[in-house]
């Protein structure tokens, strides 16, 4: 009974790994790079103011903006940016002429002018291939099995190697298989909590959508319902009577005071309106919940209706769980460690598909395994340099330019899996990672100075030195 | 303060590392290793919590500690690694 | 693997639907916490379903278990 239970685990380890390992290679890697979501999309629009600018200035803009352009609209939006200049408003309603449409833009925060970036998403399209592989809900779903078989692997794969903390720290080189299992342990073994942590936390962030027998028992499916009894920010209808806003700038101080901490985003619900409210939500980066408290306030008189800043303990606890997997509490240092555990999980999902090619010896080679391993774990960082060095490559006023960024990402990713289904060879392992290289070479370059250039440059030596070492290998 | 963190737990599993024997001939040390390694391995592992927590605060602290476990025990193995392998 | 993927999937809700209704708190509270655990208990019906003797014994320690969660259920409801 003992020896099959070992058996069936292995066996359980095996085959999920193999079917959700190209998925689970996607999700790590993208997840990986977009710990850093946030400056590489700085990045990838250079036109950006770079100097942050207080919260108060940029309410003062988008106050006079607003006044301006929609004094009583249906809402007014303002989204000061952490992480550089500019602060997006967006409003819906009627404009100053009185013609019913919207807006939806970034400002200088200083000088209220329109910024005129460069058209590019960003990490969305990394960001939206880490939760569901570009490929909407049925990709979602597939991602959160994909969580459950990473699960599933830890815990198989704890119980499949037995001599787990005598091999603490045991990578034996040059050994052929011997030497990828030891690389598959030591990844999976030293960053054990990690792993659970970040695949669990993940399936945390979409809980009820993705286990919906408690929501139906206790909310009949009803999810807004779940939601607004524990997060119900004060909400009122138009009255109908003109009164003018009350400056947002007493407000803020008192939302600061009230909260403790920056605000993120301020929303005015009919502005103009004698019962307009003014909302502030708090920004959660400087801790473990992701739960934005928020505090309401009467637009005319500018007196506080109501604020929360505490929830019940297991929203509190879900809350933490989604804080954790999104990385954002403990400033660059923990992001940093953030992103080598997730090195660790690709660098254990990798091994572990190669482990399947490797073990069935070289004539299984030229297998669909074997071409989808390499279009896979050398062709997506190769897709992801592209996209980076297309950003810098591609004219600014091309049309559709963000969407083209995101076509070379697909187009070169594509043609990594043409290759590799033609011709599967080391040479190949070693040319993609080489192309990566080069290509990250090309917009460390056209990259300017700055952290994430140079993060860009080490990534491109280190793909560089791989390949070499491939090249070298393949020829001993 | 959390390079203090990075810099003991690294330190704490060096010394974890030359407590193994095998691991010992890694690092080119002949011999038994003292028993007295292990305890103090685990020790300076333990106490790097302590500038962690002191930096950002009890629930952060302690979550950028177990990911700096992680990060320095593979920055170890990657150096036990190297040794072993040029030596 | 159909009484793993599919059916611990099935089992996983049917405890989260019965935790949601018997838990002592609050309604948000009890749907957080059942949904919560549901996703372990997946994670255990899967390995259960694995390592089960034969076909059978997995979906018999799948399907009882479900039912005894509905039946509860609906005795409560």
Redesign the interface.
Same mark, same amino acid.
């Given at each position: 009974m003992k020896a099959n239970f070992h058996l069936s685990m292995i066996w359980l380890h095996r085959w999920s790994g193999l079917i959700f390992g190209w998925a689970l290679y996607v999700i790590a890697l993208t997840g990986t790079v977009v710990v850093f979501s946030d400056e590489i999309s700085v990045w990838m629009q250079p036109e950006l103011p770079a100097n942050t600018v207080a919260v108060e200035q940029a309410l003062i803009t988008a106050q006079t903006h607003l006044q301006r352009a929609a004094p009583v609209a249906e809402f007014w939006s303002i989204t000061p940016s952490a992480h550089h200049g500019g602060v997006t408003i967006a409003w819906a309603g009627a404009d100053s002429a009185g013609n019913d449409r919207g807006d939806n833009a970034l400002f200088d925060a200083v000088t209220g002018a329109v910024v005129a970036a460069r058209d590019s998403h960003g990490t969305e399209p990394l960001v939206d291939l880490h939760f569901r592989l570009h490929s909407g809900p049925v990709g979602m779903w597939i991602v959160a099995s994909a969580g459950m078989v990473m699960l599933l692997g830890l815990v198989t794969g704890v119980i499949v190697h037995r001599r787990i903390f005598r091999d603490f720290f045991m990578f034996r080189i040059g050994k052929g298989q011997r030497s990828w299992l030891d690389a598959h342990n030591i990844a999976g073994v030293l960053t054990l909590p990690f792993q659970f942590v970040i695949a669990f936390t993940g399936l945390m962030i979409f809980p009820v959508l993705l286990m919906p027998g408690a929501l139906q028992a206790g909310y009949g499916g009803d999810r807004a319902a779940y939601v607004s009894d524990w997060y119900l920010p004060t909400q009122r209808e138009a009255s109908g009577m003109s009164a003018p806003l009350a400056p947002l700038l007493p407000m803020l101080a008192a939302a600061e005071h009230q909260l403790g901490g920056r605000i993120e985003q301020i929303a005015v619900a009919h502005p103009g309106d004698a019962a307009a409210i003014v909302t502030f939500w708090r920004g959660t980066d400087d801790r473990l919940s992701m739960m934005a408290d928020w505090a309401a306030f009467d637009g005319p008189s500018g007196r506080m209706l109501a604020s929360q800043t505490r929830y019940p303990p297991g929203i509190e606890t879900s809350g933490v769980m989604v804080g954790l997997h999104f990385a954002k509490f403990g400033g660059a240092w923990t992001r940093w460690l953030y992103f080598f555990s997730g090195l660790a999980s690709t660098a254990l999902i990798a091994t572990g598909l190669l482990l399947w090619t490797v073990k069935r010896g070289p004539e299984s080679g030229k297998g669909l395994v074997a071409a989808l391993n390499l279009a896979t774990i050398a062709g997506l960082p190769m897709a992801i340099a592209a996209y980076f060095a297309a950003n810098r490559l591609l004219p600014v006023d091309l049309t559709e330019r963000g969407e083209w960024e995101i076509r070379i990402l697909f187009l070169s990713w594509a043609a990594c899996l043409g290759w590799a289904l033609m011709h599967n060879r080391w040479a190949s392992w070693a040319g993609m990672m080489l192309g990566a290289a080069f290509l990250l070479g090309i917009a460390t370059i056209l990259g300017g100075t700055g952290p994430v250039t140079l993060s860009l440059a080490l990534s491109a030596v280190a793909l560089g030195t791989t390949g070499l070492l491939l090249i070298r290998g393949a020829r001993a | 303060m /959390?390079a203090l963190t990075l810099l003991l737990a690294t330190a704490g599993?060096l010394t974890?590392?030359l407590s $193994?024997q095998?691991?010992r001939r890694d690092l080119g040390r002949q011999g038994k290793p003292p028993r007295a390694m292990r305890p103090v391995a685990f020790l300076l592992i333990g106490l790097s919590v302590f500038p962690a927590v002191a930096d950002?605060g009890l @629930? /952060?602290g302690i979550? =950028?500690w177990? $990911? @700096?476990l =992680?990060?320095c @025990? $593979?920055a170890?193995?990657a150096w036990?690694?190297v040794r =072993? =392998?040029w030596r | 693997m159909l009484a793993a993927g599919p059916g611990g999937f099935a089992l996983a809700n049917a405890a989260a639907a019965l935790g949601a209704e018997t838990l002592p708190l609050s309604a948000a509270e009890a749907v957080t916490w059942a949904t919560m655990a549901a996703f372990p208990i997946h994670l255990a019906a899967i390995i259960w379903a694995f390592a089960a003797r034969s076909a059978a014994w997995a979906w018999a320690g799948i399907v009882i278990p479900a039912l005894v969660c509905l039946l509860i259920l609906s005795a409560t409801a």
């Open positions: - | /959390i599993f974890l590392a $193994m095998r691991h950002q @629930a /952060i979550t =950028s177990g $990911m @700096a =992680s990060v @025990a $593979m170890v193995a036990l690694t =072993s =392998s | -």
